[in-house]
């Protein structure tokens, strides 16, 4: 069976569990589709999320496991995307909080939008776009190696969807980035990003 509503200009199709964006007849990104469950091993009740949430305790007391069936996601273990952040892609994640060592359950989730082009992030070595600025087009799995830069404080992300670590080569607490201007990181729990990558839209 299937369910068609209007989506802003094109249309947002859903069918056989699948959600795709068409504009004027040609498929554009996937939408995502994930599900959450109470316990561990995908058991309990659930809830099936299509866009961001930013809290789930009107739908789940608790959340022990999900199923991702399309898109990338970030999720938080506090409401309104706050705390830690996790990036899931497509699979299922049984016991999700031993497979990342989380000791809080999800609280939020934000979609991650398909991107397809060019990727570039101007970064800083100081807040407000001030001190060293290096402009990235890929990814860098440590910023001291490639740029001789200790950290960085503030970035412009021009093109594309961005993860940054506090670690080099991609390990350690991370972030999402969409576009925008990020003046200052000192209200990410006093994060200094290492290493950042882009999120591919081979990743969907």
Not at 20 to 34: A, M
Not at 94 to 102: L, N
Not at 135 to 156: A, F, K, L, T
Request: glycine share 8%; proline share 2%; with cysteine.
């Amino acid at each position: 069976m299937e369910n068609t509503v209007d989506f802003v200009k094109g249309q947002c199709t859903a069918m056989l569990g699948q959600a795709f964006i068409y504009n004027r007849g040609h498929r554009v990104f996937d939408l995502g589709q994930v599900t959450f469950y109470e316990d561990r091993n995908f058991q309990g009740r659930s809830y099936e999320c299509m866009s961001d949430c930013g809290d789930f305790s009107s739908y789940l007391s608790r959340c022990h496991s999900c199923r991702v069936e399309s898109g990338c996601w970030m999720m938080y273990d506090h409401p309104n995307y706050m705390g830690n952040g996790y990036f899931f892609r497509k699979g299922e994640y049984a016991d999700y909080m031993s497979m990342f060592g989380m000791s809080n359950c999800i609280r939020s989730c934000r979609m991650i939008p398909m991107h397809r082009g060019s990727y570039r992030m101007r970064i800083y070595e100081r807040e407000n776009f001030m001190g060293q600025m290096y402009e990235m087009m890929d990814d860098c799995d440590n910023v001291m190696d490639r740029y001789r830069m200790s950290h960085c404080q503030s970035c412009h992300v021009m093109d594309g969807h961005w993860l940054m670590y506090e670690q080099p080569h991609y390990r350690g607490r991370m972030s999402y980035f969409r576009p925008g201007e990020y003046r200052s990181f000192s209200n990410m729990g006093g994060m200094r990003f290492m290493s950042m990558r882009r999120i591919m839209d081979s990743w969907y």
